[in-house]
C-alpha cells in the first residue's frame, strides 16, 4: 500500500528529544553587560536589551518543551487508537 499513515511512537520521541536537544546553545548563552567596562556609543543600549532577550529565550524554552510534550502525547494516542484498531480488524478485541 503506498497511501497509509501509521505511527511510530518512538520515531515521535526521537523527534521531541532532538528539537529539546537543540535547545541548549540557545540556553546556555550568556549576555554579557559591557557598560560598565566599555565606553563605546551604544554600551548601554546594547546592555538595556540583555532582560528582553533572556525572556525571549525563556518563551522559546516554553514553547519548544510544551511542543515536545505534546509530540509525544500525540504519537503515544496515536499508537494506542492503531493497536485498537489492528485488534478489531483481526478478531481479537480492542
Do not use: C, P
Not at 560598565?36 to 532582560?51: F, I, Q, W
Not at 492503531?82 to 480492542?94: E, F, K, T, V, Y
Request: glycine share 8%.
Amino acid at each position: 500500500m503506498t497511501d497509509t499513515i501509521s505511527s511510530d511512537e518512538a520515531a515521535a520521541n526521537t523527534f521531541a528529544s532532538t528539537i529539546k536537544e537543540s535547545l541548549k546553545d540557545y540556553l546556555s548563552y550568556s549576555f554579557v553587560t559591557i557598560a560598565d567596562s566599555n565606553t563605546a556609543r551604544g554600551s548601554a543600549v546594547h546592555d538595556s536589551l540583555k532582560g528582553g532577550l533572556n525572556s525571549a529565550l525563556s518563551a522559546w524554552r516554553d514553547l519548544i518543551e510544551s511542543d515536545a510534550a505534546v509530540i509525544e502525547s500525540a504519537a503515544e494516542e496515536f499508537g494506542d487508537l492503531d493497536n485498537s484498531i489492528a485488534q478489531g480488524l483481526m478478531g481479537i478485541g480492542g
